[in-house]
Structure formats: C-alpha cells, structure tokens
C-alpha cells in the first residue's frame, strides 16, 4: 500500500515548505488516515531514515533517559548525507515539547525531523515552551475526490474562477459515490468493502475512545464518553445542542463541554462557526458539527453534506498550511433560520458561499440573495447528481454570481 500513499497531497508541499528548509515537519490527523505511511514514503529521499513509534518500548526507555542518544543510529560523522528522523505518536509523553525542542537544537542542522500524531499537535502552544520558528505544521486529511482522481490542483482564485465557467469535460462520479459509501479513511475506501468498513469502524472507534483518550485525558470511566459518540451522527448539520447532549447523557454540561474538546482535539469530529460579521440577526455561539468518517450518519442529506465539509475543510487546511492565505470554514444562519450551508473566509474576508444538495438544481434565491449582498461574495449549490452545471440569471449585473454544478465538477481540482 506504501505505493498509494507516496504521492498523497502533502507529500511535496512537506518536502518544499519544511524538510528543504531543515524546519521540522508537524503531520497531525485523524486515526489511520495514513500518517504513518505518509512519513514512511519519505524514506527514498534520504540516505539514513529511520522511523520510532512510542509504541515501541525501547524507544520510549531512549527517549525518557536522553533523547540526545537517538544521534548514535544516524552517521553523524557524514555531513553530507542525507539523514531523516520519523517521531510517531510522541505526544503520548509528557514533556515532549521540550525533550524535542531539545533535540532539534542539537541535531537539526544534521537531521530531517518528521512528526506525527493522532491528537492535535499544536495544542503544546498551551505550554509554557515555544517551538516557534523551529517546524511547519501540516494537517492531512482523508482521502477527498479530486485526490482520488488525481488531477491537478487548482490555487484558490483559480479553482473558484473555474467554477463559473462552463466546460465539456465528464468527470467519473463512480469515486465520489465510494467515498460517500465508504468513507476517505484509506483502509475501507481502497478495500471497497462494506463489511470491511464496519470492521474497521469499530476498531478505529474503539481505539479513540480506550486508548487515545485515555492517554490524553486520564478519565477513569469512558463509557458515557463512548455514548457520547454514538450520539453525534445524529447531530451531524444542525447547530449543537450541548443542553440536550447533557440530557441524555445525564452529567453537566460544563463535562459534556469538556469531552466534546476532546473528542475533538482526537480528530473524531470536526466543528464549523457561525460567520456573523455583516449578518443582520445572525446566530453566533452554537457551531455545527461534522465527522471525519461521516458513514456512521444515517440521513442521506446529512451525510453528502458532511462530505462536502470535509472537502472544503481539508482545501482550507491545505491552502492555510502550504502559505495560499488565511482560509477558515464558517456556515451562516440568522434567527429567523435562513441558512447557507458553508462560507469560505480567505483573510477574514467572505470569499465563496456554498450550499449542499443532493439532487435539487433551485436556488433559494431570495434566501441567497439576502446574504449575498451583506456578504459580497459568489454562491456555488453542490449537488450530487452527475453532469449538472447551470448560472443562475440575476436582473442585476452587479450582483454576486450564483450557480449549480455537480459535487464531481466542484472538487475534481481541489486538494
């Protein structure tokens, strides 16, 4: 499988943006999503690599007595070799920040580093010790459509420009459909087996909840905490209620709060933000939520629209991390419950309305309208349906563009 994955998406911005400038390359994302493989694929750039995972025992001894010691498995001796270091799943330790920085200080004009893990790696900014200047941090993501297909990626204007402009080509709707079907996590997806999906689900979810939040929370008892994840399929494109999640769960809502941040910062679901500036009465506290393995949803509805969110979540992350601007996901909803699904903000700025469909080609054009001209941007409705791309005529020539075209069209040259 290693062959799959050495291409992935990040791959070269990784290799231009950090390891080319001796910065140390921060891979974090969910559970199998293939980080492992990622880093190991860097393998035939270097003369020396070597890989440690804090799984491994005798690696964990190292790195708690000195990890300065690490230096003795790479020829120190032969500057002009190219050497690199693969550090997995090390925030499991306490103190690593600092053991790291301790040992970039030392080694990093000699080694290549490469970090990965499965919880939030910029969450040691809450320490006291800084590692700034020192690493460039990358998020990967599931597999997406236009990944998948392979073509090229589009800049952020130019994929946005493209969208309004009509064209022939046929993009292939049968990965699309998988995706939906089987999720982006790449086991399950290249396995193209639904019961290998449901195997695998439980595994990965069992591991989040027993394993990976035991080490990052210490909680004694998870198993409202696993409760509180067959829960949220559920609410999957809705505002979130914490008051309701603490009904049903039956403990205060500050607890509820805090799992929520943990299952979070575990990449078990992702939360978008209500985009309020220049919104007359728009709601601005309760965020929608999404999952990054969004089979568990049972709506059909929902579930597309959770795949469109993960696509332009994992675009925004791709085009903030590799230095195309400041990107962030928002949705828009006022309290009179007029909504659009997605907001793209390129440097705090609106920058592209989207909407989610699976097969209606009419615009709330009053609703979109409305919005459209508080927030100055064009609208694009995402639809399942294959082979739809369509203007929307607008009486005046000033006004934002809005369209309908087919989620195969939308993403094919997204990241």
Same mark, same amino acid.
């Given at each position: ?85 693969? %550090?997995? *799943?090390?925030?499991? +330790?306490? #103190?690593?920040? $600092?053991? !790291?920085?301790?040992?970039?200080? &030392? ?124 829960? %949220?399929? *559920?609410?999957?494109? +809705?505002? #979130?209620?914490? $008051?309701? !999640?603490?009904?049903?769960?039956? &403990? ?164």
């Amino acid at each position: 499988m290693l062959s799959i994955f050495k291409h992935r998406y990040l791959f070269n911005s990784i290799k231009y943006l950090a390891l080319d400038r001796k910065k140390m390359a921060f891979i974090s994302g969910p559970r199998q999503v293939g980080k492992t493989t990622l880093s190991k694929s860097f393998k035939e750039e270097f003369d020396e690599f070597i890989y440690k995972n804090w799984d491994e025992s005798s690696f964990r001894k190292i790195w708690m007595r000195s990890p300065n010691s690490l230096q003795i498995e790479f020829s120190i001796e032969k500057p002009k070799l190219q050497k690199c270091l693969v %550090l997995d *799943e090390i925030h499991k +330790s306490s #103190l690593w920040k $600092q053991k !790291l920085k301790g040992l970039y200080d &030392v080694l990093g004009q000699e080694l290549k580093f490469l970090v990965t893990g499965s919880a939030r790696l910029n969450i040691f900014k809450k320490g006291g010790d800084s590692l700034m200047g020192r690493f460039v941090n990358f998020r990967l993501h599931p597999l997406s459509y236009g990944e998948v297909i392979g073509l090229k990626t589009h800049a952020p204007d130019e994929w946005r420009d493209s969208l309004f402009r009509k064209s022939d080509f046929e993009y292939d709707p049968g990965p699309l459909l998988q995706l939906l079907k089987l999720s982006g996590f790449p086991e399950p997806y290249y396995a193209n087996s639904e019961k290998i999906l449901r195997i695998w689900r439980m595994g990965r979810n069992e591991k989040i909840v027993k394993e990976d939040l035991r080490d990052l929370s210490r909680l004694p008892d998870l198993a409202k905490v696993e409760m509180l994840a067959t829960l %949220l399929p *559920e609410k999957v494109g +809705s505002p #979130l209620s914490v $008051q309701s !999640l603490r009904e049903d769960l039956e &403990v205060s809502h500050d607890t509820v709060t805090r799992w929520l941040n943990y299952l979070r910062d575990l990449f078990f679901f992702f939360e978008i933000k209500p985009w309020s500036k220049s919104i007359k009465r728009a709601l601005k506290k309760e965020g929608k939520i999404y999952l990054y393995d969004w089979t568990e949803i049972p709506n059909q509805g929902a579930k597309f629209e959770n795949l469109v969110a993960a696509h332009l979540l994992k675009a925004c992350h791709f085009w903030t991390d590799t230095g195309e601007g400041k990107f962030d996901l928002h949705y828009i909803r006022n309290k009179d419950k007029q909504e659009i699904d997605f907001l793209i903000v390129k440097d705090t700025k609106p920058w592209l309305c989207l909407e989610a469909k699976i097969s209606d080609v009419q615009i709330d054009v009053k609703t979109t309208v409305k919005f459209l001209n508080q927030l100055k941007c064009p609208f694009v409705q995402i639809v399942l349906d294959d082979s739809v791309w369509k203007l929307e005529k607008i009486s005046s020539d000033e006004s934002p563009k809005m369209m309908v075209a087919s989620a195969t069209r939308v993403f094919a040259h997204l990241p």
